[in-house]
């Protein structure tokens, strides 16, 4: 049975789950950092902060371990076809376990999403607008920048495979 308490803040509302079987985790010394995103993938916890990416084993009881060379501001976790790519201030990583492979080194990448009707193709959102990542020879790179789009695109949606909705907080909604 859920058991969610909803609460109105300054900004919007936040729901807290009470079933949830994580309850608190006090990081006394401020290493982790304020947390953005977080993921649960391959038996491991996930969690990116502006500090960097961090982990743990999902069932054991130890502290968060910084991913190595992902020290920075981590944006998005997201899991594709069972691949987790972290959206990173130095860029795009790809994270297999403990370790983060800089796949695109377009800087400020806040999304990384599948598109539709594809197993090839990703769309990167990030500061300077969108880019393309691409799947070729089984490894994932940067394949072309979307011209003519330079409005930092944070909020990404897919209409269909050739439409997108562009959300940017100060600029407005793009299509």
């Known amino acids: 049975e859920a058991a969610n308490l909803w609460m109105g803040l300054d900004n919007g509302i936040s729901v807290l789950n009470l079933n949830s079987r994580f309850k608190e985790y006090i990081d006394k010394k401020g290493t982790l950092g304020l947390v953005y995103a977080a993921i649960y993938t391959d038996d491991m916890f996930y969690i990116g902060t502006n500090q960097g990416l961090f982990y743990k084993p999902l069932d054991e009881d130890v502290k968060f371990t910084l991913v190595e060379n992902t020290k920075g501001q981590v944006w998005s976790l997201k899991s594709i076809d069972g691949e987790l790519f972290c959206g990173h201030n130095s860029g795009t990583f790809l ?9 695109s080194d377009f800087q400020g990448t806040w999304v990384v999403k599948k598109i539709p009707n594809t197993n090839e193709f990703l769309l990167q959102g990030n500061h300077a607008g969108l880019s393309v990542l691409q799947k070729k020879d089984g490894r994932w790179r940067l394949r072309n920048i979307i011209k003519g789009f330079t409005v930092s695109s944070r909020f990404v949606e897919f209409i269909d495979a050739y439409n997108i909705l562009v959300n940017n907080e100060f600029k407005g909604v793009y299509s």
């Open 95 to 103: 994270v297999k376990g403990n370790k983060a492979t800089l796949i």
